[in-house]
């Protein structure tokens, strides 16, 4: 069955250090994959998203994401963590068969230290 | 502004009292979908719809009914709420089925 996995649910930096965010994936072909930040008491922003061609995708906001099909995955980093964007992050898929569903992981809540 | 617009924002009720979540969305989009965001769960897809008069079941569509008569509303019915219906409700639509998916800002439900 397709699913997202997010292993991390809370990870904590300090504000300037390097952010890596793990997203693995299961799905029989190729995905399309996507990761999302949602603010407090706010709606979903796409990130970034990876259908095809080059596996290194770039963002707003900085952030940039791998895609590595050997390991299923899919990680969100950024060099330099600035205190706006901790925030809940989610990794998601599209499946893509006779329907049309994008399945989400649980979430990776990012806390910021000053 | 382009936007996906849902209302109400917060709603609290009592099982078994028939309601609608409103969903409209002014850029155009030809798909539309639901989603509830429940702790430790991430977003799960109720239901969704490819364009006007077209609709299928997403993953967790049980209590749940939605219609699409014009391409810009898409509401979210439920007939009979129930407790575990208590969830964050998120609208969302994209021109083609994998383009971006804008997200409404969300409907906080809880159902007493």
């Known amino acids: 069955a397709q699913s997202v996995t997010q292993p991390d649910i809370h990870i904590t930096v300090s504000e300037g250090a390097s952010l890596e965010l793990r997203c693995n994936y299961s799905?029989?072909?190729?995905?399309?994959l996507f990761w999302y930040v949602q603010s407090p008491g706010q709606g979903l922003q796409l990130l970034l998203k990876y259908f095809s061609g080059d596996t290194l995708v770039q963002g707003i906001k900085g952030f940039e994401a791998e895609f590595k099909r050997s390991q299923s995955s899919f990680n969100l980093r950024k060099p330099s963590v600035h205190w706006s964007d901790a925030a809940e992050y989610f990794c998601a898929v599209a499946v893509m068969d006779s329907s049309y569903k994008l399945i989400f992981g649980s979430g990776t809540r990012l806390l910021v230290r000053p | 502004e382009a936007q996906v617009t849902q209302n109400p924002r917060y709603l609290i009720t009592v099982t078994g009292k028939k309601l609608t979540v409103t969903c409209s969305q002014n850029?155009?989009?030809?798909?539309m979908s639901w989603y509830r965001q429940d702790p430790g769960l991430g977003l799960r897809q109720i239901y969704y719809s490819m364009n006007v008069e077209v609709t299928d079941k997403g993953d967790v569509p049980e209590g749940y009914k939605v219609s699409r008569k014009e391409k810009r509303n898409f509401p979210l019915i439920l007939e009979s709420p129930s407790p575990n219906q208590t969830s964050l409700y998120f609208c969302?639509?994209?021109?083609?089925?994998?383009?971006?998916?804008?997200f409404g800002p969300g409907t906080r439900l809880t159902v007493t």
């Open positions: 850029m155009n989009h030809e798909y």
């Open positions: 799905y029989g072909a190729t995905p399309y």
């Open positions: 969302a639509s994209s021109f083609f089925r994998d383009n971006e998916q804008y």
